[in-house]
């Protein structure tokens, strides 16, 4: 017998677990495909009203920083920083109060999920939960890159910061395989730098997972789904951005659940990152906690 979980238990996956959401969901009942086509022909949402109104703006942090974070002299590293919320969190860097720039797009506006923004309809009810995750790579740090670092987790209607004091350690100092290779070529491997991790939404909506990658030359970007079929740049329901987004329009439980996986690439190196889209109901949505 299948087991069917509660939206309860989508919650908790969705803000404290990300990464084994998939373990636990692929548990899930085919039985429910049926239920979800008849609820939608019977009309879904009921009275009418947005039964997501009760829930607040929510941003909230999954890792916490240190006060001070020591990196070690030609050693390379990063910064990770994941949250979780409503509408879909973005995140970037500072330093020492000053934006850092990663990759080609830079602009606010690519910032956001403006492609799910466009292409679906404002009166359309979205739940829009989802759990977001960014590396900053300090790559060979030295005394120049001590300072303060910020991580700036934004939605439309909430700003959240967390911040550490990186100081740079000489003692043990031994330059790693990896700096020794940086200073002897002109590229940079592909490396991702912010991503979806995890996505609960309404079916029927148009769906936007980033991956944000920089490298030099620029990487290219591919995305596969859980079969690791490689997905179209440009079909019906399926498109990859500019950015390096994947748009997924119209989304079901019965076609579109499951794992997702991007690649950058270039002739230096690639990265890869998962992502799981799980759609649901209006009806399933009500049932949510506060």
Sequence with gaps: ?????????????????????????????????????????EGGGGSGHNPLARFSHRLIFKNHFHTVTVAHKHQS???????????????????????????????????????????????????????????LYLDCPTRRHEGEYTCVAET????RTQSTILKVERRGYSPDEDCLTKTARRGEPAR?????????????????????????????????DDDNNTLPDSSDQF?????GDLIIRDISWSENMGGYRCQAENAFGSHS??????????????NLPV
């Design 273 to 286: 990152v998962d992502s799981f889209l799980y759609p649901t109901t209006l009806e399933d949505a009500n």
């Design 192 to 224: 991702i730098y912010m991503w979806t991790v995890f996505r609960l939404e309404l079916e029927a909506v148009t769906v936007q997972f980033f991956c944000r990658a920089s490298g030099f030359p620029e990487p290219t970007i591919t995305w596969y």
């Design 77 to 135: 590293t990063y910064l990770e920083c994941e949250v979780g919320g409503r509408p879909v969190p973005t995140i970037h860097w500072l330093k020492d109060g000053v934006r850092i720039s990663q990759g080609t797009f830079e602009s606010h506006e690519d910032d956001s999920a403006v492609y799910e923004d466009l292409a679906n309809d404002p009166s359309q009810t979205e739940l829009r939960l989802s759990s977001t995750t960014s590396r």
């Design 1 to 41: 017998m299948m087991v069917q979980l509660s939206p309860c238990v989508l919650l908790f996956l969705l803000f404290s677990l990300p990464l084994l959401a998939s373990a636990f969901l692929m548990q899930s009942g085919r039985s429910r495909i049926s239920k979800r086509i008849s609820r939608r022909q």
């Design 156 to 159: 439309p209607y909430t700003r």
């Design 239 to 243: 498109s990859i951005a500019a950015n």
